[in-house]
């Protein structure tokens, strides 16, 4: 007769010789993994080297990556974002000490298909941002090619560099379709963007909150120029440096823009240094608290302190139309050196810098 004993060495030696059936290259560390799809894209967390090929992300999908820690992934091939009616991001991506490297492939937002002109104000719905980053690392050399509105954002981040991206929203320039194109937002703590080239139709950068920022040796064109905010409530942006970058054919070129309702905020020790802008149709510099004015009725509730032109000079050259320097402050403290700003074209602007003083600089 069977015993127990007998029947439980049985059911012992099948379980074991299912687990024994099992792969051994599923139950250790695949060292490299490729994406070819959206649900291909769930299943990298042990892969320390990922490669990305062409592929369409679908109507209605979202591609989410979340990288092994100190994973290398290399784009092969361009991702294609079919249009879709899902909320943005289309494209997110949270790893640590991650290291990208596009090889020049691309993230096309197929963005005529949503520009109507009238960005993300009304209008078609247009998922925004397109990609979304957060984590920490270096991401390089790719290009995000007409999104359907703000191209990139960057939040909850740990140490993330930019280098060498292109924002091309150029083909939105026809008919000024193109609309609240943001090349950069940025709304995290130690982020570096730098050899980049931004071509769009609003804020090449916008930094919204977060402190140790650089943006430089950058390029941006055809939008809305460099911007600090615009900031609201309970935000603050600290220690950011602006350098080395060329800004063309845009609207404005370096703002610092604080929602004139905006309490508990703050803008603190901003530094440009180097940075040549020219072709601009509005202001040359733009500091203001009374966003969505340019130059209105001041608020009181996000002080602005600490700007500084230094360094090497920032040379900027604005539009017959255009003024070269407002300043609209309901709170601004400090001594603000200017020593390195020259400005010319255009006309004066209106300078109500509060309690700060401006020294230096010829504007
Ligand atoms: C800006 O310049 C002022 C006046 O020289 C100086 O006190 C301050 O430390 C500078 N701020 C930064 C962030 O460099």
Known sequence: MFTHAFRQFVFTA??????????????????????????????????????????????GSTLSLSPKSGATITM????????????GPLFTIDGDDITFNGAGYSFDGNGADYWDGEGTDGGVDKP???????????????????????????????????????????????????????????SADDVTIKNSVVKNQDDCLAINDGSSIVFE????????????????????VSDVTISGNTVK??????????????????????TYSGNTITGIDKYGVLITQSYPDDDGTPGTGGPISDINFTGSTTTITVGDDAKRLTIDCGACSGTWDFS?????????????????TISGGSY
């Open 14 to 59: 099948a379980v074991l010789a299912v687990v024994s059936a099992i792969p051994t290259e599923e139950l250790e560390e695949r060292s490299s993994c490729t994406i070819s799809s959206v649900s291909t894209a769930s299943s990298i967390s042990s892969c320390s080297s990922v490669t990305i090929s062409a592929f369409t992300v679908p109507s």
């Open 76 to 87: 092969a091939g361009d991702i294609t974002f079919a249009k879709t009616s899902s909320d």
């Open 128 to 186: 925004h941002p397109l990609l979304k980053f957060k984590g920490s690392g270096t991401y390089s050399d790719f290009t995000v090619l007409n999104s359907p509105a703000q191209a990139i954002s960057i939040g909850n981040s740990d140490g993330l560099v930019f280098d060498s991206i292109t924002v091309d929203n150029s083909d939105g320039d026809t008919d000024d379709l193109g609309a609240n194109t943001d090349g950069f937002d940025v």
């Open 217 to 236: 040796d950058n390029t941006c064109s055809g939008g809305h120029g460099i911007s600090i905010g615009s900031i609201s409530s309970d935000n603050s």
């Open 249 to 270: 054919d845009s609207m404005y070129g370096l703002r610092i823009k604080v929602k004139a309702s905006a309490t508990d905020a703050s803008v603190s020790d901003i």
């Open 340 to 356: 390195k700003l020259k400005i010319t074209g255009g006309s004066e602007g209106t300078v109500d810098s509060d309690d700060a």
